[in-house]
């Protein structure tokens, strides 16, 4: 789904909604169409290529947890890409593991969207 949509619109951009009207899901905006904030956390990019962001208050509650964006049937929410497509990104998820979690809280902090270039493209 990514790769056509990436066809259809360009690069592309992730950011995990925090509520509001579109419910707690992953949202998909050509690269740049939603503006990053100054705590907003890079989480990882899919493909290597499309970056996964989160607001930092959000990322605290799911710090110790793997998130993956996964892609079901069903309508998608409004404003992400995906809506005409039949389809919705959803957000799998399970706890990591005890040792997991030591080398996440060992590694350095997440990147701010204010200190990472990709905010802006």
């Known amino acids: 789904m990514v790769k056509r949509l990436a066809q259809k619109h360009g690069p592309l951009m992730f950011h995990q909604s925090g509520g509001c009207c579109d419910g707690s899901a992953p ?3 050509p690269a740049g169409e939603f503006r990053v904030g100054g705590q907003d956390v890079l989480l990882g990019h899919i493909s ?3 970056p996964v962001w ?3 208050a959000q990322f605290e509650f799911w710090r ?4 993956t964006i996964d892609v079901v049937p069903g309508r998608g929410a409004g404003f992400s890409l995906e809506g005409p497509e039949g389809v919705r990104f959803i ?5 990591f593991s005890d040792e ?3 080398v996440l809280d060992s590694a350095p902090s997440p990147l701010l ?3 990472h270039p990709s ?3």
Do not use: P, W
Request: glycine letters at 8%; proline letters at 0%; charged letters at 20%.
């Open 100 to 102: 997991e979690a030591a």
């Open 54 to 56: 989160m607001g930092a």
């Open 113 to 115: 969207g204010s200190a």
């Open 48 to 50: 290597d290529a499309i």
């Open 27 to 29: 949202m998909c905006y």
């Open 119 to 121: 905010a802006t493209e």
């Open 64 to 67: 110790h947890t793997q998130l």
């Open 91 to 95: 957000v799998r998820s399970r706890v």
